[in-house]
T-cell receptor
Framework: SQQGEEDPQALSIQEGENATMNCSYK?????LQWYRQNSGRGLVHLIL?????REKHSGRLRVTLDTSKKSSSLLITASRAADTASYFC??????????FGGGTRLMVKP | SQTIHQWPATLVQPVGSPLSLECTVE??????LYWYRQAAGRGLQLLFY??????ISSEVPQNLSASRPQDRQFILSSKKLLLSDSGFYLC??????????FGQGTRLTVV
């Protein structure tokens, strides 16, 4: 079953603009993670935010977490054509499962 | 450094044939291991995960099975493939509650 659901499913922006993707989940989590997938490849970890954290930054990435609303957002600032990929949130529950959402397909036009 | 190997990269198999996909991890001990399946343009569906040798948890009933004969080896199998088994299969590992590291995936087409 999928825990996280990303919104929007697809996003198309111009280079230099910011891209915001949202993730909602259903159950309690230990942490929430964001991953990137280039077409036909494996996933690459981007950032992890713990349940007791509200915001985290890594380079051009900013992640927020609202556990009361069971939601998270990923912001990519000053996007580049190379940011074109699918982005997934994944929730880590109290056990050992790591459950992914449906993903957001981001296209950045040069 | 840790690496993960997954093979083959692509596979075309007839309906009813058996399947064996292998995943091995190097450079770490006692990892949690995961098998996911991804339909085209969709999210990842967790199929199996393992926290130790011989310990397999299955998330969805299906035509597949998994085994972990060694600490850093995870195998996905089927005795008889169905058309609906087609997809992109991804193996991943992690330790504790941290980030997961993925293999490059196997694209399986059942014909």
């Amino acid at each position: 079953s999928q825990q996280g659901e990303e919104d929007p499913q697809a996003l198309s922006i111009q280079e230099g603009e910011n891209a915001t993707m949202n993730c909602s989940y259903k159950t309690s989590i230990n942490n929430l993670q964001w991953y990137r997938q280039n077409s036909g490849r494996g996933l690459v970890h981007l950032i992890l935010i713990r349940s007791n954290e509200r915001e985290k930054h890594s380079g051009r990435l900013r992640v927020t977490l609202d556990t009361s609303k069971k939601s998270s957002s990923l912001l990519i600032t000053a996007s580049r054509a190379a940011d074109t990929a699918s982005y997934f949130c994944a929730t880590d529950d109290a056990g050992n499962m790591l459950t992914f959402g449906g993903g957001t397909r981001l296209m950045v036009k040069p | 450094s840790q690496t993960i190997h997954q093979w083959p990269a692509t596979l075309v198999q007839p309906v009813g044939s058996p399947l064996s996909l292998e995943c091995t991890v190097e450079g770490t001990s006692n990892p949690n291991l995961y098998w996911y399946r991804q339909a085209a343009g969709r999210g990842l569906q967790l199929l199996f995960y393992s926290v130790g040798i011989g310990q397999i948890s299955s998330e969805v009933p299906q035509n597949l099975s998994a085994s972990r004969p060694q600490d850093r080896q995870f195998i996905l199998s089927s005795k008889k493939l169905l058309l609906s088994d087609s997809g992109f299969y991804l193996c991943a590992w992690r330790t504790g509650k941290y980030e997961a590291f993925f293999g490059q995936g196997t694209r399986l087409t059942v014909v």
